[in-house]
């Protein structure tokens, strides 16, 4: 039964086109089911990240019958009724399993060689495990995925530089205002993103932090751990006559931030310069935003260019890791019965 993937990233389209198919984590498991019990696939996993939203699928079907089938699905689940024609992306085996082994080391993220997508890409798998919603061959196929990514991490310097969304966010922070000791800083969003833009941010120096997050017991302990303070998440609009750069990523399906409710806060402000940095999908803060006087809102594909000064020093790890990728996939294709891929594997993006 072959493996085939489905999806869209930073590599194909933009920002505001990956935010209308993102999945809620708690869509995930139904959607999954809603796949199996069409016939599309017969077994799958799902992964939405601020970067990419993919579907990996175990089919009976014949790979032209099932791109049709979960275009036909992505379209309808997210109620999108233009013409996707480059943005979307299919691979079929090959193809297929040597993208998720690249996706799974970082070789075809924003970042080349960040280690958050290998995290988020073990708990997609794990979400389909538990809901039953895997097999033989998607469960083979993963598990070799992560082996892979850890054998990369050893084995080359794939790794130098910044590895993560959140330290290039943090980069950039620096780039505007040189140094962050005397910079008030506002973390919005607990999760394992802000946590991680959080550390790196007092790493850096932060003068001070405050976060901010629906759960308030988890503000707390994520502000103790870092020496900064926790804000109630319905009072975190009155910290902004105080802050100089505000970092966002909610789960939030709208934004939580816009022109409206910016305006009088800049009066208070005095209308100081403001650094937003939006690395939230669906984005936290209107684009509209932007066009305020002394406000620098930057969203997660305007990270790239940050992430683009440390690929030069990564792309002679690439080779490397490459040769090592194809001769994994090969083998994983073999033991299952498939035919040798042979040359037959190539990036999909160009990693």
């Not at 399993?97 to 988020?120: N, Y």
């Not at 993963?142 to 590895?163: P, Y």
């Not at 690439?318 to 190539?346: N, T, W």
Request: net charge neutral; with cysteine.
């Amino acid at each position: 039964m072959p493996i085939v993937v489905i999806g869209l990233s930073h590599h194909s389209s933009p920002v505001a086109v990956r935010e209308r198919f993102a999945f809620e984590e708690a869509q995930i498991p139904a959607a999954i089911r809603s796949l199996r019990e069409q016939g599309i696939a017969d077994e799958a996993v799902i992964l939405s990240t601020c970067n990419r939203v993919e579907i990996y699928a175990a089919t009976s079907l014949e790979p032209a019958a099932a791109f049709a089938e979960l275009k036909g699905f992505l379209a309808t689940r997210h109620d999108c009724r233009d013409s996707l024609t480059d943005e979307l992306y299919t691979l079929g085996e090959p193809q297929s399993v040597a993208h998720l082994f690249r996706v799974a080391c970082g070789l075809d993220s924003m970042v080349l060689g960040e280690t958050e997508i290998l995290g988020q890409l073990k708990k997609a798998y794990e979400l389909a495990l538990q809901h039953g919603h895997t097999g033989r061959r998607l469960n083979k196929t993963f598990q070799r995925a992560f082996n892979v990514a850890k054998h990369i991490r050893t084995e080359t310097s794939i790794q130098r530089g910044s590895i993560s969304v959140a330290s290039v966010a943090v980069e950039l922070a620096e780039k505007i205002f040189t140094a962050l000791k005397e910079r008030r800083v506002m973390v919005i969003g607990a999760g394992e993103t802000g946590e991680k833009t959080a550390r790196a941010l007092v790493s850096r120096g932060a003068g001070s932090i405050v976060v901010v997050n629906r759960s308030h017991d988890r503000a707390v302990a994520l502000a103790g751990e870092l020496g900064g303070r926790a804000a109630p998440f319905e009072d975190w609009l009155k910290e902004f006559e105080q802050i100089d750069i505000a970092i966002t990523s909610t789960s939030a399906t709208q934004p939580v931030l816009d022109r409206a409710k910016l305006e009088p806060l800049m009066k208070l402000r005095k209308n100081r310069p403001l650094l937003l940095i939006d690395i939230a999908v669906p984005r936290d803060i209107d684009p509209e935003v932007n066009l305020m006087p002394n406000i620098y809102l930057f969203n997660i594909d305007d990270l790239q260019a940050v992430a683009d000064n440390h690929l030069q020093q990564r792309k002679e790890e690439v080779a490397r890791c490459e040769a090592i990728l194809q001769e994994k996939v090969r083998g994983l294709l073999v033991a299952s019965g498939g035919r040798d891929p042979g040359a037959g594997v190539r990036p999909a993006f160009g990693a």
